[in-house]
C-alpha cells in the first residue's frame, strides 16, 4: 500500500508539502509529518473507524526571565502520559506515544508504555500499517 505512488494531497495541518507536487510515496510523505499533524492523522483515522480520542493540550508558561516553556498540567504519576487515548465500545482501549519520524520518546513516556503493557504503543508515521492494524 505504502510503495505506489501518492495521487492526491492529503491536508494535516499544513500545505507546505504535498505528495502530488514532490512525487513521493505516501510513506515518503507521511515521513514528513510534524508531531502535530501525524497525531491529526491517527485522530481522523480513529474516529473513522468510531473512535472517541483525548489528547490533553500542554499548556504555555511565559517565565519572569522572559524564556518560555510548554507544560502538560498532570498530577499524581501524569508525568509522560501518552499524547492520545481511543475508545470504542466493544474494544479494548488503546493508549498511543505519537512521534514524528525523528522523535525520541522521554523515559517517562517509556515507562508509561510499558506499564500500560498490551495496551501501550509506541508510533512513528512508518508505522501506519501497525496503527491501521490495532486500530480495526
Given at each position: 500500500?505504502?510503495?505506489?505512488?501518492?495521487?492526491?494531497?492529503?491536508?494535516?495541518?499544513?500545505?507546505?508539502?504535498?505528495?502530488?507536487?514532490?512525487?513521493l510515496t505516501i510513506a515518503q510523505y507521511r515521513d514528513t509529518?510534524?508531531?502535530?499533524?501525524?497525531?491529526?492523522?491517527?485522530?481522523?483515522?480513529?474516529?473513522?473507524?468510531?473512535?472517541?480520542?483525548?489528547?490533553?493540550?500542554?499548556?504555555?508558561?511565559?517565565?519572569r526571565d522572559g524564556s518560555v516553556r510548554?507544560?502538560?498540567?498532570?498530577?499524581?504519576?501524569?508525568?509522560?502520559?501518552?499524547?492520545?487515548?481511543?475508545?470504542?465500545?466493544?474494544?479494548?482501549?488503546?493508549?498511543?506515544?505519537?512521534?514524528?519520524?525523528?522523535?525520541?520518546?522521554?523515559?517517562?513516556?517509556?515507562?508509561?508504555?510499558?506499564?500500560?503493557?498490551?495496551?501501550?504503543?509506541?508510533?512513528?508515521?512508518?508505522?501506519?500499517?501497525?496503527?491501521?492494524?490495532?486500530?480495526?
Amino acid at each position: 500500500r505504502d510503495s505506489g505512488q501518492a495521487s492526491l494531497a492529503r491536508g494535516h495541518g499544513s500545505d507546505r508539502r504535498s505528495p502530488m507536487s514532490e512525487s513521493l510515496t505516501i510513506a515518503q510523505y507521511r515521513d514528513t509529518w510534524s508531531e502535530i499533524e501525524f497525531q491529526e492523522a491517527v485522530v481522523n483515522l480513529a474516529h473513522s473507524l468510531g473512535y472517541k480520542c483525548a489528547h490533553f493540550r500542554p499548556v504555555k508558561q511565559q517565565r519572569r526571565d522572559g524564556s518560555v516553556r510548554w507544560l502538560t498540567p498532570v498530577a499524581a504519576d501524569g508525568e509522560g502520559f501518552v499524547d492520545l487515548v481511543c475508545a470504542r465500545r466493544g474494544s479494548v482501549p488503546v493508549f498511543m506515544e505519537l512521534k514524528a519520524k525523528r522523535g525520541t520518546p522521554s523515559p517517562a513516556q517509556l515507562e508509561w508504555r510499558d506499564a500500560l503493557g498490551g495496551y501501550g504503543y509506541l508510533f512513528k508515521p512508518a508505522d501506519w500499517d501497525e496503527i491501521e492494524r490495532v486500530l480495526a
